[in-house]
Every structure is written in C-alpha cells, then in structure tokens.
C-alpha cells in the first residue's frame, strides 16, 4: 500500500484558531481558489508524495533517532509567492529560527536515508493560508500583507514532528499517521 504523505511542525490548536480568524478576515480580499481548513496549518519540514508502507517503516526508524533539542517559533510577517499580481501561495512567516533550519535538515537526511527523494530548492518555512490565484490580474492589496495584532507576538515550543498523511476531500485533510517527540534530550 501507498499513501501520500509530509513531515511537518504542527501549529497548536490555539494558535490555529487565530490564524484561522485571521485568513477568514482577508478572504474576501484575496481570490485564492483553496484555502487552508481549521486544523490543516503546519509547517513543512519534508514533502514526501507517494510513501510505500515499506519505505514508511524505514523513515519511521529513522526519525526515531532524530535527537534534537526542543525550541521556540514566532510568528512576525505575512506575504505571497510569486508574482504579485496573481501570487501562487499567500502565507504566514515566522521568526528566522537557525533550529528549525537545522530540524529541517536533519529531517531531509532521514528521508534520504530512508529512499526518498528530498528537496534542492532552500528552505523557506512558511504556514500556507491561501493558493492558486482565481481572480484576473490585480495587486495583492499591502492591507493583506500586514500581521495582525492578534497574531503579533503569537509563539509556540515545538516539542514534535508529525508524519501526516494526506486525505484529499477530507476537512481537515491531514491526519497524524505517526509522532515523533523532539526535546527530551
């Protein structure tokens, strides 16, 4: 068996409650064609696609030794990929934060490890709120591209990995397959 699948950093529950409101605010503005559902906000440390159950078994073992200490993220900036005009992705940044960098990259040797193929591109961490842009060409309005107060400020301890698996059609559409515990070093 197959099932498509990504490791990511969750977002708690709290915080994704108030992203959620957020993007729900800027909606309107914005006419990206699919939009994050409450419980979906993450962010991406490794897209995997397609993961045979052998292959996931060694990724598993693999991510077991992941030995890393736990760390803080902050939320600080809003913005798009693309062109302005019609932008592919409208997103979420975070503080620059040299320990996710370095989760990231420790996550990526796994999955090399475990016969995946892995991202060349660098790593830019982002929490996805929009994509696919539907409407005729027009500016992203700067309104849209200003954090928050509700979102100033907002940070989190990251204390996990999740392997998530992806359910098309489902809200939300990605389930915990399985939890890898970082910190407790």
């Known amino acids: 068996m197959s099932r498509h699948t990504f490791l990511a950093v969750p977002i708690p529950e709290e915080i994704q409650t108030k992203i959620h409101s957020y993007a729900e605010e800027v909606k309107p503005l914005l006419p990206f064609k699919k939009w994050t559902v409450l419980g979906d906000y993450h962010i991406t ?6 993961s045979p159950d052998e292959r996931l078994g060694q990724l598993i073992e693999e991510m077991d030794k992941i030995n890393t200490p736990s760390f803080r993220l902050a939320l600080n900036n809003v913005g798009y990929f693309g062109n302005p005009k019609t932008p592919r992705v409208f997103w979420l940044g975070i503080d620059h934060s040299e320990q996710l960098n370095q989760l990231q990259e420790r996550t990526k040797q796994r999955c ?29 309005s700067n309104e849209c591209c200003i954090l928050p107060t509700e979102l100033t400020g907002c940070s989190w301890e990251v204390n996990e990995i999740i392997l998530y698996e992806i359910h098309p059609g489902k809200e939300p559409m990605y389930v915990p397959y399985r939890r890898f515990k970082i910190g407790d070093l």
């Open 112 to 140: 090399f490890s475990a016969g995946f193929e892995v991202e060349s591109r660098p790593y830019r961490p982002h929490i996805t709120l929009g994509k696919r842009w539907g409407g005729d060409s027009q500016r992203v």
């Open 45 to 50: 440390l490794q897209f995997l696609g397609a």
